[in-house]
């Protein structure tokens, strides 16, 4: 697909897979298939909030008000805790990067979700982030250009 980063391939039977090219010349760290995970249990949440925003959406972040239009122009941003703060703090109480990389899943042909294979840790990380970060909506410029999340 166009102006995405993965291929697709098609085999000598005409099935056809898709595959990420990056993580194909690439090895992917635990860390970082951890945290994949991670974003994977929050996903339910991400989504049926993202189902409550009404267009246009407005909001004030750092004493500017912004009016996002569409979804296309938003981002979602955890707050109170980051995200990346979040899964560090559930990480260190869960056992370790090393420890959890082990019940990563394997990504099967057509898949490409990176998750726990074990549903009670997912279940626990989707747990712990809605007890300890609040969700709102951002525009995508607030959010990727403000590596300080501030409580509003």
């Known amino acids: 697909i166009w102006k995405k980063k993965c291929f697709h391939l098609v085999r000598k039977d005409f099935s056809t897979t898709d595959i990420s090219y990056l993580a194909s010349i690439t090895n992917i760290s635990p860390k970082a298939n951890v945290k994949r995970a991670c974003r994977f249990a929050e996903m339910p949440r991400i989504k049926a909030f993202i189902k409550t925003i009404v267009f246009p959406y407005t909001y ?6 912004t009016t996002i239009h569409n979804r296309s122009e938003m981002d979602i941003d955890h707050y109170d805790v980051d995200f990346d703060s979040l899964i560090n703090n559930w990480v260190n109480k869960n ?4 420890k959890l990389a082990k019940k990563i899943n394997n990504v099967e042909d057509m898949s490409y979700e990176t998750k726990f294979t074990d549903e ?14 609040k969700l709102r909506v951002l525009s ?6 403000t590596r300080k999340k501030h409580k509003e």
Do not use: Q
């Not at 056992?95 to 090393?98: E, Q, T, V, Y």
């Not at 626990?124 to 300890?132: G, I, L, Q, R």
């Open 60 to 65: 004030t972040f750092n004493g500017k008000e």
């Open 120 to 133: 009670s840790l997912t279940e626990s990380f989707a747990n712990y982030a809605k007890a300890n970060s």
């Open 95 to 98: 056992g370790g990067f090393a």
């Open 140 to 145: 995508k410029w607030d959010n990727r250009s």
